[in-house]
């Protein structure tokens, strides 16, 4: 029985050498659903590099079991996007389920009924820890969000 992390590898090799960059049909079909996130971007090439491979790192570190540094990460994540004001849980959901979907896509016939299992398992462990980092920042530091800064004095 391969485990979700070896599953998870064969799928990304597939995408890879179909020669997908998986940002491109990613940032597309994540933006068809919620075009209004689009204008918050200020250089989608940079950061559509970085979201999507940082959101694949998350997911492959869970399945081989290396929450040590994905937590740090997700975090870090958490906080620096407080300055894109307070982003909609449903926007963080479709976009991790948008990402797998993608994969599915693009890795043809090396998709499986267990590959696809294997991410989502890792997907809703994602989601968890990215609530998880939300909510405490918001007791740690209240109104640290952009557009939520509380009025001193
Ligand atoms: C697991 C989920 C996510 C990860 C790992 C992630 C990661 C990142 C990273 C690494 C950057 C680049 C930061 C930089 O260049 O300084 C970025 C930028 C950004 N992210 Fe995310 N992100 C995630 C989900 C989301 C979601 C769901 C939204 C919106 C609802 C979002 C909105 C943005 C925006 C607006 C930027 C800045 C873009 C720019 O100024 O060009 N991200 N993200």
């Not at 869970?62 to 004001?85: C, D, I, Q």
């Not at 479709?94 to 696809?116: K, P, Q, Y």
């Amino acid at each position: 029985m391969p485990s979700d992390a070896e599953l998870m590898e064969v799928s990304l090799i597939a995408v890879a050498e179909a020669g997908v960059e998986l940002r491109h049909p990613l940032f597309a079909r994540w933006f068809a659903a919620w075009p209004e996130r689009r204008a918050t971007f200020i250089n989608t090439d940079a950061s559509s590099r970085r979201m999507t491979d940082e959101t694949l790192e998350m997911m492959m570190g869970l399945a081989k079991g290396e929450e040590n540094w994905v937590w740090p990460l997700v975090a870090e994540l958490a906080f620096t996007h407080r300055s894109y004001g307070r982003l909609p849980w449903a926007e963080y959901e479709s976009w991790i389920d948008l990402t797998i979907d993608c994969i599915g896509d693009a890795a043809g016939a090396a998709w499986s009924a267990e590959a696809d299992a294997a991410w989502r398992r890792h997907g809703e462990r994602l989601k968890a820890l990215i609530i998880e980092a939300r909510e405490g920042w918001d007791r740690a530091m209240p109104g640290h969000i952009l557009g939520e800064l509380p009025t001193v004095g």
